[in-house]
């Protein structure tokens, strides 16, 4: 599990690697998690996913949650017809199953991430919402998940701050 006592040790090692976002300055606090991904074109495909899979309003709730969230791009890697399957009504159990795999309880920040990869000795694993765990090691100054299933996924924008929690922007959906 993530040590948050050596967040500050860390987080010279994660500026240097260029993993922190620099924060945009508010003069209201973030949009939620839901509006957040809504707000911007490359995470269309997500944020119908999350309405078919009924889980708006869980991601629109205080949370806090850490969102790995795979663009458009993240999406159409998967085989052909995959999307639209699962976008189907029923299958929202395996849909919901998915993307709940995207997400950790807690708001766990690029700095929190490369802290517990140092001091797991090069990985660290988080557990999901589904219930499933993400393997979090780096590839030089990269973070990289491994899913269940062995597939890898880059965090390409990390530290997306909204209103109850955190988005990491990833290029492959990971599968539980």
Same mark, same amino acid.
């Given at each position: 599990m993530i040590n948050r006592n050596t967040l500050r040790a860390a987080l010279f090692a994660v500026a240097a690697a260029g #993993?922190?976002?620099?924060?945009?300055? @508010? /003069?209201?606090?973030?949009?939620? &998690?839901?509006?957040?991904? /809504?707000? +911007?074109?490359?995470?269309?495909?997500? !944020?119908?996913?999350?309405?078919?899979?009924? #889980?708006?309003?869980?991601?629109?709730?205080?949370?806090p949650f850490t969102v790995f969230a795979p663009t458009n791009a993240a999406f159409a890697k998967l085989p052909a017809g995959t999307v639209d399957t699962l976008l189907k009504p029923e299958n929202k159990a395996t849909l919901a199953a998915v993307l709940t795999y995207h997400v950790v309880p807690g708001k766990l920040m690029a700095a929190d991430v490369v802290a517990a990869i140092?001091?797991?000795?090069?990985? +660290?694993?988080?557990? =999901?919402?589904?219930?499933?765990?993400? =393997?979090?090691?780096?590839?030089?100054? !990269?973070?990289? #998940?491994?899913? /269940?299933?062995?597939?890898?996924? @880059?965090?390409? =924008?990390?530290?997306?701050?909204?209103?109850?929690?955190? &988005? @990491?922007? &990833?290029? =492959?959906?990971?599968m539980p």
């Open positions: #993993l922190v976002a620099t924060p945009a300055v @508010h /003069a209201q606090p973030a949009a939620d &998690i839901v509006d957040t991904a /809504a707000s +911007a074109a490359d995470f269309s495909t997500l !944020v119908a996913a999350v309405k078919a899979a009924g #889980l708006v309003d869980t991601l629109k709730s205080a949370g140092k001091a797991g000795g090069g990985k +660290a694993e988080v557990k =999901t919402v589904q219930g499933g765990t993400l =393997t979090a090691s780096m590839m030089g100054d !990269v973070v990289m #998940l491994r899913d /269940a299933k062995g597939g890898m996924s @880059h965090v390409r =924008t990390a530290d997306l701050g909204t209103s109850n929690g955190v &988005i @990491h922007v &990833i290029d =492959t959906v990971v």
